[in-house]
């Protein structure tokens, strides 16, 4: 399973990358407006510096909503650098889009994903990655999980090579029921990564193994 961080902190960012565990970067407008990113040349910049950062893929999300425009915004986006993944929501324009980025051989991540439906048709349109915002559907008293449970079957029972994407992951348990049940990615935020580390019996283990050696010295 490939580990993103789903933010536009720097910061963040690069504690991940020291970890040594982390695949890539989600970021969104919200995301990088949080961080005071703001004006388009700041904005392809900041992508640019998150690419420099990492290793693997970076989403990028087009704010255009007909065909013409993600295209141009897309393939500015994907020139920037060669980690750059292009983020086009789920709509109609979108998935047209998500098609000729396909046959262009430009890296998609299909956003805004809430169904099953939404999912096939982004599959069939041939984004790279497909993104079921599992905490927003959670909020709204719908199991995430059984999303991505889903999206599973149906993506094997036709061998789809769009990459699950589990976003909007919340907590550490997101990450690991999202594993348990086969999705390719997910991204989340830095506290759900290190989350996984903790477990109180390894503190009390290790407190007492160094005791131990202490007293035998
Ligand atoms: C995914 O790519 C989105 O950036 C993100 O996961 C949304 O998460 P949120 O629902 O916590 O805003």
Redesign the pocket.
């Given at each position: 399973m490939k580990f993103?961080i789903?933010t536009a902190n720097l910061d963040q960012i690069r504690e991940a990358q020291s970890l040594g565990v982390l695949d890539g970067v989600?970021?969104?407008p919200?995301?990088m407006a949080k961080e005071g990113i703001i004006g388009e040349k700041n904005i392809l910049k900041h992508y640019v510096d998150i690419c420099n950062i990492v290793d693997g893929d970076v989403?990028a999300?087009v704010i255009a909503v007909d065909l013409k425009g993600m295209i141009k915004e897309g393939e500015a986006l994907a020139k920037l650098h060669p980690q750059i993944v292009v983020?086009i929501p789920m709509i109609e324009e979108g998935v047209k889009a998500l098609k000729y980025f396909y046959d262009a051989g430009i890296k998609t991540?299909c956003?805004l994903v809430f169904s099953v439906g939404q999912a096939l048709l982004a599959a069939k349109a041939g984004a790279t990655y497909v993104?079921p915002?599992i905490?927003?559907l959670d909020?709204n008293s719908t199991d995430g999980l059984t999303l991505i449970e889903e999206i599973r079957l149906v993506y094997d029972n036709y061998a789809f090579e769009t990459e699950i994407?589990a976003?909007?992951?919340?907590h550490t348990m997101h990450v690991v029921n999202c594993a348990k049940l086969g999705a390719d990615v997910m991204?989340?935020?830095l506290s759900a990564i290190k989350g996984l580390l903790k477990h109180p019996l390894t503190d009390i283990g290790l407190a007492q193994f160094l005791a131990d050696h202490k007293k035998g010295n």
């Open positions: 993103f789903d989600t970021t969104n919200s995301l989403s999300e983020k991540n956003t993104s915002f905490g927003r909020d994407l976003a909007s992951v919340r991204t989340g935020p």
